[in-house]
């Protein structure tokens, strides 16, 4: 039985439909009958050959999926045939079919639609489990945000908002600020206007730096810490890793946090299943708004891959099957 899917041939950017033969659910896995797939950065450095946990070639990119249960794996029992569900599955999820652990899976209310469930796990999860176990964002605390609009970024100016935060976002041009005002920014920069260290500082002091940016952005938000500030490493949109000075650290009693969400679901998985629990309880009470901003059939996945890395999109961005 074949399939169809968005192949990578090679690190160079050759990529097309083909079709494929359909996985095979192992012990303690399933398979998904994929109805959405959430576009993220990690799928252009996998792409690029650049990721920590790229496939070898050829594969298919796509690292969230939602859909119904197609079959389950042996010993897999907290799942049946047609159940919804979405998942974290690493790669594989641009195509009809896709198989992910069950431990990585999370059911799915009916409140909660295909396309809003693919762009959900990773975003909305990396930025709550960075925020409240390893950030230890506190109501009343200054949390600035590199990247606000984009599709982890927003996710951490909402969520740091219902923490209780004093949420300052930081993102380039006007329209991109609305959207993180819309999200529950109480402060906007514009990171093209001026010295963003400056800036910081003058509506400090910053008590949290949430960077998905990396590069000169992410020196300058450190540099505008408070005292005992904790620096959350997300990502390196930039394609620049920052160079944060040690002494300043020290002098400041700076922290600074490396945080991947994938490795969770390794060694610590209860922390992932209760985060996306009460995850899902504040999206079916109304106080997060999952935004996305396209939603592309399965054959225009390039357009949308390419309006993530031109870094266009304004929430996430959804394939759909």
Same mark, same amino acid.
Request: hydrophobic share 50%; with cysteine; proline share 4%.
């Given at each position: ?204 002091? $910053? ?43 020290? $002098? ?70």
């Amino acid at each position: 039985m074949s399939m169809r899917a968005f192949v990578v041939t090679s690190f160079s950017g050759e990529t097309g439909m083909a079709e494929i033969p359909v996985p095979q659910a192992q012990a303690g896995e399933v398979l998904i009958a994929v109805a959405a797939c959430g576009l993220n950065f990690a799928d252009l450095l996998m792409m690029d050959g650049r990721y920590q946990e790229t496939p070898a070639l050829p594969f298919v990119p796509g690292m969230e999926v939602a859909g119904r249960i197609a079959a389950v794996g042996e010993g897999v029992t907290s799942f049946g045939v047609g159940d919804r569900a979405a998942a974290f599955a690493g790669s594989g999820g641009l195509a009809e079919f896709a198989v992910a652990k069950a431990a990585q899976c999370q059911k799915l209310p009916e409140t909660m639609d295909d396309v809003t469930a693919a762009g959900f796990m990773i975003s909305y999860g990396t930025s709550h489990l960075a925020l409240t176990r390893r950030a230890e964002l506190r109501a009343g605390e200054t949390l600035a945000v590199l990247g606000a609009a984009g599709g982890v970024g927003r996710t951490a100016v909402e969520i740091g908002h219902v923490l209780g935060a004093r949420v300052i976002a930081v993102a380039r041009g006007r329209e991109r600020l609305e959207v993180a005002r819309a999200a529950g920014a109480d402060v906007l920069i514009d990171s093209g206007a001026g010295d963003l260290r400056d800036a910081l500082r003058a509506h400090g002091p $910053v008590d949290v730096v949430y960077d998905a940016v990396g590069g000169a952005a992410g020196e300058a938000a450190m540099r505008a810490l408070a005292p005992e500030g904790r620096h959350l490493l997300i990502g390196f949109a930039s394609g620049d890793v920052p160079v944060l000075k040690a002494n300043h650290m020290l $002098v400041k009693n700076i922290d600074v946090i490396g945080f991947y969400w994938g490795g969770y679901s390794r060694f610590r998985p209860d922390a992932v299943t209760d985060s996306l629990a009460t995850l899902v309880e504040w999206h079916g009470a109304g106080k997060i708004a999952p935004l996305v901003s396209e939603v592309l059939p399965l054959e225009r996945a390039s357009e949308g891959l390419e309006l993530l890395r031109a870094r266009k999109a304004t929430g996430k961005i959804v394939i759909t099957l």
